[in-house]
């Protein structure tokens, strides 16, 4: 797939309960810094609304008209890990080298002296963006992105954040940049994007190992049935060894289907194979003979990856051809003892046709690192079964990625900004 997971259900994202409760006592913070203030803990604020010291003052000797015409404004959806907030903070200290709208040939100007000189200096010195981020680690309700977005020249957003035309209208005509802290792109409504020449930079690359580690693990617990057994231990059900008691099934000389072999298809199958791993199969849009070749992996239909697969990892992108691919015909196909999983969007699957098999018995088990919705509801009817294992999407959790994920993000923003080319640009 093209990203990992990172999804969540346009009809939840920006509404849980813990949201707006969250919105009813924190505001905006502003992540320009004043001299001497640390940018990594500059978002470091308490749940009211708030300036960080020295945000909007003037430097010494210079009036307020002599203040920079043009202070890009910056809005960040969430609390970010402190490698992307301390670049923003850095813009939002000191203006950009290369200005946005370059000046005149020097020619066309007397070069500067005396006051002027002074002048220059000092207004050089000032930032060339404003940057303010809603204070929490919990989703931006809707009202609030909407006020927060307003007037904005760049926007970074998280994948539960739905970026639709009701956005881009509260935006206004000064978005021109969207950076999402994200592989998957399934949260922004392109086509609107497109239409109204914003630039997008998203996060490729950077989590594809974490994911695929993440997705072997899982794979791993949900075939052993790991939680099961640490249950057992918990709750006194381990009497003694027994030959028949937990057995789950191993890799070895198995046949392993995924779904989508992408980066994260490629990184995952890479890290089964020394598993003991007899065969791949993988389907997608077509063939990819070069990236199958480390693997000796074999391009077959959605139904014969079904039926043929002891193990299926569903590692492809949200699209309207894979939405609720996996359901009661893909599971009816399944043998039996077969487990699937899925690392990649929660939309993929039906999970209504996913419980009736697992519950009927007519596939071994399942492991979800996601879900619709997210955070899947407690309730659920998933959550009772033994043999599925759902995590909270953490496919991208480790604190190296995510704040390599964080930078990245603040460096497709700053440069789309300035003009530049992104690190890591979506070509729409």
């Not at 198995?254 to 890290?271: D, E, F, H, M, P």
């Not at 995510?402 to 890591?424: D, F, H, K, V």
Request: proline share 9%.
């Amino acid at each position: 797939m093209s990203g990992h997971c990172d999804c969540h259900s346009p009809s939840t994202r920006s509404h849980s309960p813990a949201a707006t409760a969250h919105s009813r006592r924190r505001s905006h913070t502003r992540l320009r810094t004043s001299r001497g203030v640390s940018p990594a803990h500059s978002s470091l604020a308490p749940p009211r609304p708030r300036s960080i010291p020295g945000s909007d003052s003037v430097q010494p000797g210079v009036s307020r008209r002599m203040r920079p015409v043009l202070l890009m404004k910056v809005f960040v959806t969430r609390r970010i890990p402190p490698e992307g907030r301390a670049a923003l903070a850095r813009a939002a200290e000191k203006r950009c080298n290369r200005p946005l709208n370059p000046d005149p040939p020097p020619e066309a100007h007397p070069a500067p002296h005396g006051p002027s000189l002074q002048l220059a200096a000092r207004l050089a010195a000032q930032p060339f963006c404003e940057v303010e981020q809603w204070d929490s680690d919990e989703p931006i309700p809707v009202k609030e992105l909407e006020r927060g977005v307003a007037g904005a020249h760049g926007l970074l957003c998280l994948l539960s954040d739905l970026v639709d035309k009701r956005i881009l209208d509260a935006a206004g005509a000064n978005l021109k940049v969207i950076s999402t802290l994200s592989v998957g792109v399934d949260h922004l409504a392109l086509d609107e994007i497109k239409k109204r020449g914003i630039r997008v930079g998203y996060t490729p690359d950077v989590l594809t190992d974490t994911t695929a580690e993440l997705a072997v693990s899982l794979l791993l617990t949900t075939c052993r049935r790991l939680p099961e057994a640490i249950e057992e231990v918990k709750n006194g059900g381990w009497t003694s060894w027994k030959p028949l008691w937990l057995c789950g099934y191993g890799l070895t000389q198995s046949t392993v289907g995924i779904v989508g072999l992408g980066r994260i298809g490629q990184a995952i199958a890479r890290r089964l194979k020394p598993f003991g791993v007899q065969r791949f199969l993988y389907t997608g849009r077509q063939p990819r003979p070069e990236e199958a070749a480390e693997f000796q992996a074999e391009f077959v239909s959605t139904p014969e990856l079904a039926a043929q697969s002891d193990f299926i990892v569903v590692a492809c992108s949200l699209t309207p051809a894979t939405k609720g691919l996996c359901n009661k015909d893909f599971f009816q196909k399944m043998k039996e003892t077969a487990v699937f999983v899925n690392i990649s969007r929660g939309d993929v699957v039906n999970q209504d046709d996913l419980y009736q098999a697992l519950a009927s018995g007519q596939i071994a088990a399942a492991g979800l690192d996601v879900t619709t919705p997210e955070p899947l509801p407690t309730n659920h009817p998933l959550l009772t079964l033994k043999n599925c294992v759902i995590l909270p999407h953490i496919g991208s959790a480790t604190h190296r990625t995510r704040n390599t994920m964080s930078m990245l993000a603040a460096n497709n923003l700053l440069a789309g900004l300035r003009g530049e080319p992104m690190p890591s640009e979506l070509m729409l």
